[in-house]
């Protein structure tokens, strides 16, 4: 006699009770304090990585100054440091009072992010126009408008 198992009904099965596991990681508190923590290891990871660069583009050449570079792995530094650190005291930071000064540390390095890659923008920009023989005076003017206008849309929303 032939098995009677219908194929599809094992699928839909095995995917009913796949879905479980989500809601058993959604619920438990365990896990999400689990990846709350690996997430803060990983930023922590990218802001060291960041601030060796930095370092070491420091050692081998200080006279330069503060080249876009070296502001670019300065803010990565700065932008992973601060979320490591929020997701490491996350519960500290969601009892913050008032509640305006948990954004503000929470949307910070999202604005620091994209000044961060907006820099990079800038960057390669300059490079391009270089290579154009174009004159570069407006890129600087344009990159600090641009990201005024992003903060301050930031701060009055």
């Known amino acids: 006699m032939a098995s009677t198992e219908n194929p599809a009904a094992i699928i839909a099965y095995g995917l009913e009770n796949a879905s479980d596991w989500w809601e058993e990681v959604n619920n438990s508190p365990v896990w999400q304090n689990r990846i709350f923590h690996i997430l803060a290891g990983l930023y922590g990871l990218v802001a060291v990585v960041a601030l060796i660069q930095l370092v070491r583009i420091e050692l081998r050449v200080p006279e330069y100054g503060w080249t876009t570079q070296k502001v670019f792995h300065f803010l990565n530094f700065a932008v992973n440091t601060v979320r490591s650190l929020v997701f490491v005291f996350r519960q500290n930071v969601q009892r913050i009072e008032p509640e305006i ?11 620091a992010f994209f000044t961060t890659y907006a820099l990079l923008a800038l960057f390669w920009a300059e490079i391009y126009y270089q290579a154009r023989t174009v004159s570069t005076d407006g890129l600087k003017p344009t990159f600090y408008t641009i990201n005024a206008v992003v903060y301050a849309i930031q701060v009055k929303l």
């Open 101 to 111: 000064f948990q954004h503000v540390l929470i949307d910070m390095p999202s604005l």
